[in-house]
């Protein structure tokens, strides 16, 4: 069966600090993988999404970046935070091929931006 | 691109009643209309989902109809439960070749004992 991880958790982070969360799923092949932001109370903002290695695809400009270096592998990142980054990351994989619509959500990050 | 409105934003109900939620989309080339129940503070899971060549999906208490000359799609939960309470998100996807759904906004369903 697949599985899907994210990491860290949870997180604090000062204003202007990096940042770098990563998403890994198991038990399938090229997947197509996305990236969520949810603001508290809020819904589901597309960030980024990719269908293959090095193929990233951005919905909204902003000062995050994403990379799949790997086939399930997917990382999220930033050189200087913002206050506005606060929220509930959420990785998503979806298997490719026909008919095979499903898509699943990873457990997610919690970032606070102090 | 496509354009998905949820409604209503918040819905309460007693125990036992049945709830609906509502979404309209903009593409009619969509093809495929998945559910998503959130708890609080967890993530999105989806409970049920519809293809366009289906007007109707049941699971146990929850149903899923769509009208795509209206292009219009409804959650059903009947013999609501206190753990039926959460966000419910809908969603679109035109067909192959886009690789990403657009959600609706959410709507936040409380069921009261």
């Known amino acids: 069966s697949q599985t899907i991880h994210q990491w860290p958790a949870t997180l604090v982070q000062p204003v202007g600090s990096p940042l770098s969360l990563e998403c890994t799923v198991e038990?399938?092949?090229?997947?197509?993988l996305y990236w969520y932001r949810q603001a508290a109370g809020r819904g589901l903002q597309l960030l980024f999404y990719s269908v293959g290695i090095g193929q990233i695809s951005s919905e909204v400009p902003q000062n995050l970046s994403a990379s799949r270096p790997q086939d399930r592998q997917f990382i999220l990142s930033s050189k200087k935070l913002l206050l506005s980054d606060s929220g509930f990351y959420l990785c998503?994989?979806?298997?490719?091929?026909?008919?095979?619509?499903?898509?699943?959500f990873g457990p997610g990050t919690r970032l606070t931006v102090t | 691109g496509e354009n998905v409105e949820q409604h209503p934003s918040t819905l309460s109900v007693q125990e036992g009643d049945s709830a609906v939620i509502k979404c309209t989309y903009s593409?009619?080339?969509?093809?495929?209309f998945p559910w998503y129940k959130q708890e609080l503070g967890k993530r999105p899971q989806l409970i049920i989902d519809?293809?366009?060549?289906?007007g109707e999906k049941k699971d146990q208490r929850i149903a899923v109809t769509l009208n795509k000359t209206a292009k219009h799609f409804s959650l059903h939960i009947t013999e609501t439960q206190p753990e039926d309470s959460a966000v419910y998100f809908c969603a679109a996807r035109p067909p192959p070749g886009y690789s990403t759904l657009t959600f609706g906004k959410g709507t936040m369903l409380l069921v009261s004992p």
């Open positions: 998503a994989w979806r298997r490719t091929g026909g008919g095979l619509n499903e898509q699943y």
């Open positions: 038990g399938t092949s090229n997947p197509n």
């Open positions: 519809i293809r366009s060549n289906v």
């Open positions: 593409d009619s080339a969509s093809n495929y």
